[in-house]
Each structure stands twice: as C-alpha cells, then as structure tokens.
C-alpha cells in the first residue's frame, strides 16, 4: 500500500528537495507551505496534493490536514520543516521577532504534532518527523534566538516519543547542518536589520568570515531529504538523523569528548579572535 507523507514549508530548500525525493520514491505527498505555487513541481501528478498551510494558524493546520486525509486515505508522516531564521544580538532582538521566531519554529511544531496525533492514533500507526538544525547539538554565536527554538523541539521530540510508543507512532528528528544554497538567509533578511548593533559589529565580521572557512563541507538539500526519508522509513528505535558534515562534526564533539575539549574546538573554530 501507497504510504503518505505530508511535509510543511515545501516552497523551497529542504522542504522542496524532500517532496522531490519522497514522489521520487512513489510515495503520496501533500506539500504544504503558506502560498502555494501549484507549478513548483512542474508537471501535475496524482500522487501530490498542494495544499496551503501556515503553521502558526490553528484552522490552517486542521483544514491542510483533512484536505490531505481526503486526498489520500490517511497521513503516515508527518514532516515539521518549516522555519524561520534569525542572527541577531540578543540584547537588540525585539520581543516582537522573538515570538515571531518562536510562533514558527516551536509553537508551529508544537501545534501540528497536537492536530495530526489523534488521526496517527486512531490508524494505528504514524511517524512524526521534526526539522531541527546542528545548532541544537552545538550552539554558536549571533543565533541564540533561532537556537533555543530548536532546542525547545529537540527535548519536546524526545519527551513525546516516550509518550507515543504505546500507540505505534515514532517521533524523530533530523539534524541538518549549515545549507548556503537555501533561502534561509534571504527569508530572514528582512527581520534581522539593525539586529546587530556597533558595538557587536567587529565580532560579526570576524565571525561570518571564519564561518566561511568551516571545517567541514556544508550540508546540502539532497543529504537532509535523504536522512528524512531514512527517518520515516527506518524501523528501529533511533531518534536523531544527522545530516551534514558539519552535523556529524559538532555531533562527535558534543558527544565522545569531555566538555572541557568540546568546549576549547568550539572557540577556536568560531570565536574571530582565536
């Protein structure tokens, strides 16, 4: 039987390479995003239901999601990408674009996981699969906003998979690392204008300029698309799905050193001065 898949924030980046890849794979997929573009994915398809969804509207989210129940028979995953970025001081960030952040990255998780888990339960089975981002393992300078509201979806995911064994359905996350080539930052120019102030201004520079000469390669759409589809597919235990080398890095540091070292290679690979 068909699976179904249905997948926010497809208008682009991650999102968009993850409903190529799963329509790719013959799976049913409602891509979601806030202003649908019906000819996003060129030609029509029966297997694919553009609906528009904007998570931080409870009605949005219900309608999307029994539009997609309709079209297909049910929902098997559930995919949390959409999200909004944000580099910023905090002492200059607003509360205004706080809450902004967090109304999309968390509360917009929050909320579709409570609207899709009482269909998941009712059929028996279901995957959730929310989008974090390598910061959650290893915080960096400038993005302390954007950071918590992913570490806030990183300890909810793993509080609710407890919660929903009992009832077949998995929640996992999938960790990508640093992506150039979306339109993460160009999204979030807009909101992040005089967000770092002068005095701040010479750490910046430093800083995005060492950013630039990461460690690693960074992350593509197709690695993130690809350990989406492992985590809806695998059927083990395993919560965390790193995409990236820039992931895996801050991932073994985090986790197979002491705090000590891990901290010391997190200075001297992003603080400008060292």
């Known amino acids: ?105 968390t509360f917009g998780v929050f909320a579709t996981c409570r609207a899709i ?26 993005v302390a906003i954007y950071t918590g509201s992913k570490c806030a979806v990183e300890g909810y995911s793993e509080s609710l998979s407890y919660e929903l064994d009992m009832f077949n359905i998995k929640v996992r996350l999938v960790e990508p690392g640093l992506a150039p080539t979306t339109r993460f930052a160009a999204n979030g120019g807009e909101r992040m204008q005089g967000l770092i102030p002068a005095d701040y201004q010479a750490f910046a520079h430093g800083f995005f300029a060492k950013m630039a000469q990461y460690p690693t390669p960074y992350c593509t759409e197709a690695e993130v698309a690809g350990a989406t589809f492992l985590a809806a597919t695998d059927e083990g235990q395993q919560l965390r799905y790193l995409a990236g080398a820039d992931t895996r890095l801050l991932a073994e540091l985090r986790w197979s050193t002491s705090e000590d070292h891990y901290l010391a290679k997190m200075r001297e690979m992003f603080d400008p001065l060292g």
């Open 117 to 142: 888990i009482p269909q998941m339960r009712k059929q028996g089975h279901g995957t959730i699969i929310n989008v974090t981002s390598s910061v959650a393992i290893g915080p960096m300078p400038l």
């Open 1 to 105: 039987m068909t699976k179904t898949i249905l997948i926010t924030g497809t208008s682009s980046g991650y999102g968009k390479a993850m409903a190529d890849l799963f329509l790719a794979r013959g799976w049913n997929v409602v891509a979601t995003m806030r202003r649908p573009e019906p000819g996003i994915f060129g030609n029509a398809s029966d297997q694919l239901k553009i609906l528009p969804l904007d998570v931080t509207d409870p009605d949005s989210i219900d309608r999307a999601i029994a539009d997609g129940v309709a079209a297909f028979g049910g929902i098997d995953v559930l995919v949390n990408n959409a999200g909004i970025g944000l580099a910023s001081a905090v002492e200059a960030t607003p509360d205004s674009t706080l809450r902004e952040i967090f109304e999309t990255n």
